[in-house]
């Protein structure tokens, strides 16, 4: 067997480290810290997301000097798969996400005003005119994460001595304007919303269809949270973008009235301590 000449081993060697460390920058390309992955919860669709997010992303860039790149999902589980391996540096998340997220190292820096509550509607014509008739009933509720989609109403039920377990059946249609569509067209005794959603527009020829049994406490905006390792400096100017957006801006309208909030204002952890107790609660 020949034997290798001596000058041809650091070679060989220094051509794996050159492969080695190619493979590993292209595999952690997400990961370089020049580079802010911006997550947006699902509350569109991903294209929408990346159309009205665009202009917000571009700001930011220019603002702190560091590419971002936007991203979505699906839905509600891809999106929390990816956030709880702290996939994001900076995101969007559902009120009842940020509880799951924070262990993962993310810290609130932003949230939309002002708060909103859940809803319980049904037909105007229905029988139905308060939570403790739900007995027996069916239900349609955004999904099992939502408070004001699904968790306060199951809440209010249990206090009424009703269970949602037993005694209603809660389907998740995930989508707003098919729960308020399955209540008018009688597929469910009722629908658990976000209240402010009948003022949109769009739902203006069907609003006098339905009829409001019951309210959510106030529940805070979602929140937009950054990783916890992330410099100072950087996170200030994200958070500089945000609250500059403007309802005299068409672009930054859009992204407020997709969020069905007038303004974004700096906030912190604290900010949810008293719906976190309340979730917590209902959970257990």
């Not at 239900?139 to 968790?151: Q, T, V």
């Not at 769009?202 to 390792?229: D, G, L, W, Y």
Request: aromatic content about 8%.
């Amino acid at each position: 067997m020949k034997k290798k000449h001596p000058a041809i081993i650091p070679l060989m060697l220094g051509m794996a480290l050159i492969i080695l460390i190619a493979g590993q920058s292209k595999a952690g390309a997400h990961d370089l810290p020049n580079v802010i992955k911006f997550g947006v919860y699902p509350y569109e669709s991903p294209r929408s997301a990346y159309t009205l997010y665009a202009p917000v992303a571009k700001r930011i860039e220019e603002k702190t000097g560091h590419k971002v790149e936007l991203v979505s999902a699906p839905d509600h589980e891809s999106f929390m798969e990816k956030a709880v391996q702290g996939d994001y540096d900076l995101a969007l998340v559902c009120v009842n996400c940020l509880f799951t997220v924070q262990p993962a190292g993310y810290q609130v820096i932003a949230r939309g005003e002002p708060s909103f509550y859940g809803a319980t509607i049904v037909r105007s014509d229905s029988d139905i005119n308060a939570p403790g008739q739900l007995r027996g009933k069916k239900i349609a509720a955004i999904g099992k994460h939502s408070y004001a989609g699904y968790l306060y109403l199951r809440d209010e039920l249990s206090g009424l001595g009703i269970s949602p377990d037993k005694e209603v059946q809660f389907n998740f249609l995930n989508k707003v304007d098919s729960i308020i569509l399955s209540v008018i067209n009688k597929q469910y005794d009722a629908g658990v919303i976000r209240l402010d959603t009948l003022a949109k527009p769009n739902f203006a020829a069907v609003r006098n269809k339905v009829r409001i049994i019951s309210n959510s406490p106030e529940t805070p905006q979602f929140p937009f949270v950054v990783k916890n390792n992330m410099a100072q400096n950087t996170r200030q100017q994200i958070r500089e973008v945000l609250t500059s957006l403007t309802p005299g801006n068409a672009e930054d309208q859009d992204v407020l009235q997709s969020l069905q909030i007038e303004r974004i204002v700096p906030a912190t952890d604290s900010d949810y301590v008293t719906i976190r107790q309340v979730i917590e609660k209902i959970k257990k």
